[in-house]
Each structure stands twice: as structure tokens, then as C-alpha cells.
């Protein structure tokens, strides 16, 4: 998937949960900004209402794309199922679609109506949402290949090009000359010299302009990698602390969900089945 079309599948996506917001919004508005104690009154009551043909639906609609997400997530994550059709780093994408999504059809089916042990459900849903914003951004920083699979730090550090013997041998730059160079891809030396200072330097060596443009596209290139370096290590511990927060209210979420689900069944909420 390139680029391009990986940007218009996660905008598609984005523009879903976004229009899918504005239509609940909209066709719910003038009983969900109705106060509580008045909605018994307002005509539509019975559908709007948390048991109501389209309130509960919406619940029942937005769990199954919770756990759906979840699932085929872990899945494929840890279980490698369908690891030759499904890319991680997409089905990611997806999952964050789908556990969007889903909270907001949740939210919707609550009609704003919050007490008791479904708040505790409701709000860890709001964290579980919250912690994976932070995560795909943590996530993102990783460098990864195309399957989606985390590079290690000697996997990365092996995409490295031979700076020194590039700008020794074919352009016989001497040791001073390379030193300069090399400080400016050393994203933690004090000593950085400017692009134009670089230029200039080749430029007193005869270096064809076009090879200026390829040497200088190698030192930035060089330097951003050694960016990517410095923030490996950390961004793989953010991601492992990110764990911690993320999973806990994962999982009271989910019991609490199973808990209301079952109260619901007892009581004798079967929606259209």
C-alpha cells in the first residue's frame, strides 16, 4: 500500500467516524439536550431512550465493534492469524476505527445518561480511547518494515550508509573536510555546520552540482536516521509503560460490559431477537 493510498484509507476512515458522529448528533439532538427528568415526555422516548429499539442497538451495534477490533487485533498481533493478508500496521489503523467508532455508537446508546456501574464501564472506555490516541502516536515512532514488524536498534543502525568512505574515496575530502559532515548528522553535537557552509565546502572541491544535491540528500538522510536512532530505545519504553495504563482499563471495560450485558439479558432486554 503506498503512501498515497494508505493516506485515503486512513482519511476515509476518519471522515466515517466523523460523519457518523454528525448523523447520531443530528438525529438524536433535540431529545439528547432534553433534560433528564422531561425526556419521559418527548415523543420519541421509547427509541432514543438506553432500551429503546435504536438506543440499544447502538449499544449492542458499537460493543460488537469494540470487540471486533479487539480481537482480530490480538489476533493477528499475537496469534499471527491471516499474517499473509492482514499488514499490522494497517490492521492497526483499522482497529483504532473500529474502537472509535464503536465508544461513540457507546456514548450515543447511553444518551448521556451516566450513573452507577456503567459510568466506571463508560469512563474507562473514555481512557481506553484516550491511551490509544497516545499510543499509535508512540507507535508511529518506531521504525518498522513494511509488514509492520518493529526494526531493532541493530536493524536500524545497519541502514547506515559508509558516510566517511563515500566522501573520502569518491570526492577526496580530507579529514577536517569529512569531520564537518559528519558533525552535522550527529543530531547531539554542538558543532553543527549550516547546508550552505557544507555546499560551499564541495563547491571549492569541483564537486559537479548534481552531486553536490546527492551528497548533501545523503548527509540529511544520515542525520534523520540518527534521529530515529536516538528515540528508538525510548519510544519502545513509552510503548511498553503505554501497556500499563492501557490495558487495566481495557479490561474493566470489558467485565463491566459483560456484567451490564448480562443484567440486561436477565431483565429481559432482547432487542430484535
Not at 433528564?36 to 432500551?51: A, T, V
Amino acid at each position: 500500500m503506498t503512501k498515497t493510498v494508505h493516506t485515503l484509507y486512513v482519511g476515509t476512515m476518519a471522515a466515517i467516524v466523523l460523519a457518523v458522529f454528525a448523523y447520531l448528533s443530528y438525529t438524536g439532538y433535540t431529545y439528547y439536550t432534553t433534560p433528564l427528568e422531561e425526556r419521559f415526555y418527548h415523543p420519541r422516548h421509547d427509541w432514543f431512550k438506553p432500551s429503546g429499539l435504536y438506543g440499544q442497538g447502538l449499544g449492542i451495534i458499537g460493543t460488537f465493534l469494540i470487540l471486533f477490533g479487539v480481537s482480530i487485533y490480538i489476533a493477528r498481533k499475537r496469534y499471527n492469524f491471516m499474517s499473509k493478508y492482514l499488514k499490522l500496521k494497517y490492521l492497526l489503523e483499522f482497529h483504532i476505527f473500529l474502537c472509535t467508532l464503536g465508544p461513540i455508537m457507546v456514548l450515543f446508546h447511553t444518551a448521556f445518561k451516566f450513573g452507577g456501574i456503567v459510568s466506571i464501564a463508560f469512563w474507562s472506555m473514555v481512557a481506553v480511547v484516550a491511551s490509544g490516541v497516545i499510543g499509535r502516536f508512540i507507535y508511529i515512532q518506531i521504525p518498522r518494515t513494511i509488514e509492520g514488524r518493529e526494526l531493532s536498534l541493530q536493524e536500524v543502525k545497519g541502514m547506515k550508509t559508509n558516510l566517511t568512505g563515500i566522501l573520502s574515496s569518491k570526492y577526496d575530502l580530507d579529514g577536517g573536510q569529512i569531520q564537518s559532515f559528519l558533525d552535522y548528522t550527529d543530531t547531539e553535537s554542538s558543532k553543527k555546520p549550516s547546508l550552505r557552509s557544507l555546499r560551499s565546502m564541495l563547491a571549492k572541491e569541483s564537486v559537479p552540482k548534481e552531486d553536490q544535491k546527492q551528497v548533501l540528500k545523503l548527509v540529511k538522510d544520515e542525520r534523520r536516521l540518527n534521529k530515529r536512532i536516538g528515540r528508538l530505545e525510548l519510544m519502545k519504553r513509552l510503548f511498553k509503560y503505554w501497556h500499563v495504563a492501557h490495558m487495566p482499563f481495557a479490561l474493566i471495560m470489558l467485565v463491566i460490559v459483560v456484567i451490564h450485558v448480562g443484567v440486561a439479558i436477565a431483565f429481559g432486554y432482547r432487542w430484535i431477537f
